[in-house]
């Protein structure tokens, strides 16, 4: 099958590359859909973590965000997947330490990560093998954009669990790239009043036109009473302006990660009462995105500014533009192009 091999930073080529088999509890998955993180940039770059501490290394196959449709299945997995469309969870737990039996496979130090972690292939590829516990089936209503965006918005919609906003409150998201957006959907449907923080006025002014008209940039920012802020950028003081910016007795929520370390004060965490969480992964939040998209709650498509095939993978990487492309921060990269 062709997929796109990532041999070293900064190169990416499409490969002919040996199909892969189910084994013994997996599925192959004809991938439809894929969408393209900042993760796989990272891997691009050479930056990740997971290069310098073992858990990754070159060549791999990248892509965690997909759809697609189940063909073949293992041993001792039920028929009746086959055919069926789904998307899968990144995380796969080792299924048998303390935190796994918790629940928290997310979190496993044994775990692999689809495309990211542990050697395993990901979905920039015309197959896909994954577990069969890892699927989450999608109905008719989420097609293979939104399908291939589930992974995405459950990492968001924790954020905006985590925030816990109440109709009312008022929620300041940091970083309108896709997840920041993604959370700012998922903020607006709980009630919250939604402001977005940004660099780029052009980011900025994609987030207006799809109705966030409360986006600023740091300069313009007004003085206002923020009852959560979520930090959903890559910018190393912002989680310090996070709990320098929300209310006593708020909440602050870290999602994105800087390249190098953040700091914050944690005696102005204690004595304003704040509450903060991190979000490491999608895994709890897969089930309650899918519904979202399905009920039309929450519509992300507008995220996608480009959908184009593996030939352009590299292209996308590298943070080239590509011809007719929308505003959008999200590429797709679909392997039957």
């Not at 892969?20 to 004809?30: H, L």
């Not at 972690?117 to 516990?133: D, F, I, M, N, S």
């Not at 293979?144 to 459950?154: K, R, S």
């Not at 903020?187 to 780029?200: D, I, K, P, Y």
């Amino acid at each position: 099958m062709r997929a796109s091999v990532l041999s070293a930073p900064g190169v990416c080529s499409v490969q002919d590359v040996p199909a892969p088999v189910a084994a013994a509890g997996e599925v192959v998955v004809d991938v439809e859909r894929v969408g393209v993180c900042g993760t796989d940039v990272e891997f691009f770059t050479g930056e990740m973590a997971y290069l310098h501490d073992g858990h990754a290394h070159f060549p791999m196959q990248l892509g965690h965000e997909w759809a697609g449709t189940v063909s073949a299945v293992g041993d001792g997995v039920d028929p009746g997947w086959i055919g069926r469309r789904v998307m899968g969870d990144t995380m796969l737990g080792d299924g048998t330490c303390r935190r796994c039996r918790r629940g928290h496979q997310h979190v496993c130090e044994h775990r692999t990560e689809v495309g990211i972690r542990g050697g395993r292939p990901g979905a920039l590829a015309e197959q896909l093998a994954v577990p069969a516990t890892s699927l989450h089936a999608l109905p008719d209503s989420v097609d293979a954009v939104l399908g291939a965006l589930v992974e995405p918005g459950g990492n968001s919609w924790r954020a905006a669990q985590a925030a816990d906003l109440q109709p009312g409150d008022r929620a300041l998201i940091l970083g309108p790239g896709t997840i920041g957006l993604l959370t700012a959907m998922f903020a607006q449907a709980a009630g919250a009043e939604v402001h977005l923080m940004g660099r780029s006025e052009s980011s900025l002014a994609f987030a207006r036109s799809i109705g966030f008209t409360n986006a600023w940039t740091e300069d313009h920012l007004p003085t206002l009473p923020y009852d959560a802020v979520i930090d959903a950028s890559n910018a190393a003081p912002l989680p310090a302006k996070a709990l320098s910016l929300v209310e006593p007795a708020g909440r602050v929520v870290y999602i994105g990660l800087a390249g190098s370390p953040s700091e914050i004060d944690t005696r102005r965490l204690a004595l304003k009462d704040v509450t903060a969480v991190g979000i490491l992964s999608a895994s709890p939040g897969l089930d309650p995105t899918i519904a979202a998209y399905a009920s039309g709650a929450v519509d992300p498509r507008p995220l996608v500014a480009a959908t184009v095939g593996l030939d352009q993978v590299g292209a996308v990487l590298a943070g080239k533009p590509l011809p007719g492309a929308g505003p959008g921060p999200k590429i797709h990269i679909d392997p039957r192009l």
